[in-house]
């Protein structure tokens, strides 16, 4: 019996030292990556799977551009914003407080991206018994008293390994240039 357990356990090492499991890229590889202008100000890099579709605005008060972005191969989708707020704190409470979500998690965190500071709103919120959904919202206040929304949202309770990997290459791709 033991010669058999140990034949087992070897064969289960070697296959997976010869048939290793590789995840969708390794740290030292990037997904193909395309070059994005949003609103002649934000240049972004996104994956090649990714499809944006600018949002045609109307009232252009507080938000002043929108697209949405969906990624079937990583799945996830979200939302690149401008926006044009005074009080972006008051304002995320405000939208928490005044949300239809019911949400499971909540935190606001500050942070810095590519010499933008900003917040973080990590959240979960379920819909029904059945339906969760998880967000990383980086809401980012630019020079020229702009702020930049790039949202992340996937249909599970957490995001993986690959979509955060996506995620950072994506936010570390960001430059600013204002309008003159």
């Not at 942070?111 to 819909?127: D, R």
């Not at 993986?160 to 003159?180: A, C, F, H, R």
């Amino acid at each position: 019996m033991k010669k058999i357990i140990l034949w087992g356990i070897l064969l289960v090492v070697a296959y997976l030292i010869f048939y290793p499991q590789h995840s969708q890229f390794t740290d030292t590889t990037l997904p193909k990556m395309n070059p994005h202008q949003f609103n002649q100000e934000l240049h972004i890099q996104l994956p090649s799977t990714s499809q944006i579709v600018e949002n045609g605005m109307e009232d252009r008060d507080q938000l002043q551009f929108s697209a949405t972005l969906n990624d079937e191969y990583y799945a996830l989708r979200g939302y690149i914003q401008i926006w044009q707020l005074r009080d972006l704190e008051g304002y995320l409470q405000k939208s928490k407080e005044m949300s239809a979500f019911d949400f499971y998690t909540y935190s606001l965190n500050n942070i810095e991206i590519n010499t933008l500071p900003g917040v973080l709103t990590i959240w979960g919120a379920s819909f029904g018994e059945f339906v969760k959904i998880s967000g990383k919202e980086y809401w980012l206040k630019t020079p020229n008293q702009k702020i930049i929304r790039i949202a992340f949202l996937t249909s599970a309770t957490h995001f993986n390994e690959d979509q955060l990997k996506v995620m950072g290459y994506i936010l570390s791709s960001l430059t600013w240039t204002p309008e003159e």
